[in-house]
């Protein structure tokens, strides 16, 4: 099953999370996926994942959700709709 994914490359940092990743802080209901900064592809942008229903629409999954630090800050991107 493994060898119908592409190999990446190594994640070696422990300071933040690769692009696409959903991830919410902790005591905050709210849901964000990280993207490239539209200006800046070496940066990082979080986008509002609005409610469940468009959480569900864009086929994303809770177990998926990665619980960050509050210090791991992030510019706020455009809210991410389906």
Do not use: A, W
Request: hydrophobic share 25%; charged share 30%; aromatic share 12%.
């Amino acid at each position: 099953m493994l060898n119908k994914y592409t190999t990446k490359e190594e994640i070696t940092t422990t300071t933040s999370h690769p692009n696409y990743t959903l991830v919410k802080y902790k005591n905050n209901p709210r849901v964000y996926r990280l993207e490239p900064n539209s200006i800046d592809e070496t940066k990082q942008v979080k986008r509002y994942i609005p409610n469940e229903t468009e959480f569900y629409k864009l086929n994303f999954r809770f177990d998926r959700v990665v619980t960050i630090p509050d210090t791991e800050v992030y510019t706020d991107g455009e809210t991410l709709k389906s």
